[in-house]
């Protein structure tokens, strides 16, 4: 059962920045009358707009989709792939860090919010069979922060309890034969906080990777938001999601078989 912040906060309601905003009322009022004493008469005095709380906090908040886009990012930008596709992966992170430097096409459930310098969008479901044209169809695919969703109708997809393992099996097939997979998902013990999430234990990640697939890199983003870039993934931690309750575990795994011709240059 979901708590009472939980439930707070779904419809809008942060108790703890309520109670961070209510302490900066008397700041807010204070800031306000002295400024309006200095004020020229060349600006004229608009609405209040009042920002109660940032007084207090870090310039801008650096959190697991921060280091994971970065990452990544960096990764596939000294890949250099000849194709790189997205399913699914935030638009005003990761896909705008792509577009800086390379053409990236995006497949998503939802419609495009608008036109994006250098990303090409395509609306499709992954849980639908996948068309011919999309089979082996890349050298490079990410998918960040996203398969936990599949089958939850968080995002409009129909409820499918093994949504995730049909869309797996559909990335998979996207990747050409010596292709690379960028994928992460949160880890911890292993569990499902409907409808926000899955939680994958460590090793449910991996076994992922077992026939026809080689893992090239593991890297963890643990429960303090300290990024670890390569882990033994084959190592006793993994029995323990590497310390994670709520962590993000990134795989990056190239696919075997007689490499594709699109990749060989």
């Known amino acids: 059962m979901a708590s009472i912040a939980t439930w707070l906060r779904t419809f809008g309601i ?14 807010y009022l204070a ?9 020229r008469d060349d600006f004229a005095w608009g ?4 920002i109660l709380d940032e007084w207090q906090t870090a310039s801008g908040g650096l959190g697991t989709y921060f280091f994971q886009d970065q990452l990544v990012a960096c990764w596939i930008h000294d890949a250099q792939p000849l194709r790189h596709v997205d399913v699914g ?6 896909i705008g860090n792509l577009a800086v430097f390379r053409e990236v096409e995006v497949i998503d459930i939802r419609p495009a919010p608008a036109p994006v310098r ?15 044209h999309w089979v082996e169809a890349t ?21 499918h309890a093994d949504g995730h393992l049909d869309g797996l099996a559909q990335l998979k097939r996207m990747v050409a034969p010596g292709g690379m997979f960028y994928l992460s998902t949160p880890i911890g013990p292993q569990r499902v906080e409907f409808n926000a999430h899955r939680v994958f234990a460590a090793q449910t990640l991996i076994d992922w990777f077992g026939d026809g697939w080689n893992i090239e890199r593991f890297a963890v983003i643990d429960d303090d938001n300290r990024v670890h870039e390569t882990v033994d993934w084959q190592g006793p931690e993994s029995g323990n999601h590497f310390g994670c309750r709520l962590g993000v575990g990134i795989v990056v795994a190239r696919k075997g078989g007689e490499t594709h ?4 240059r």
């Open 47 to 50: 609405d209040s707009y009042p």
């Open 118 to 132: 250098n990303v090409t969008f395509h609306q499709m479901d992954l849980m639908e069979p996948l068309p011919p």
């Open 139 to 159: 050298d490079s695919l990410s998918c960040l922060h996203t398969i936990e969703h599949f089958g939850l109708g968080r995002y409009g997809d129909p409820i």
């Open 31 to 39: 800031g306000r009358q002295q400024f309006r004493a200095g004020l």
């Open 261 to 264: 011709p699109m990749i060989a």
């Open 14 to 27: 942060d108790p703890k920045r309520a109670v961070s905003s209510l302490l900066g009322i008397g700041r």
């Open 89 to 94: 992966s935030r638009l005003d992170g990761f």
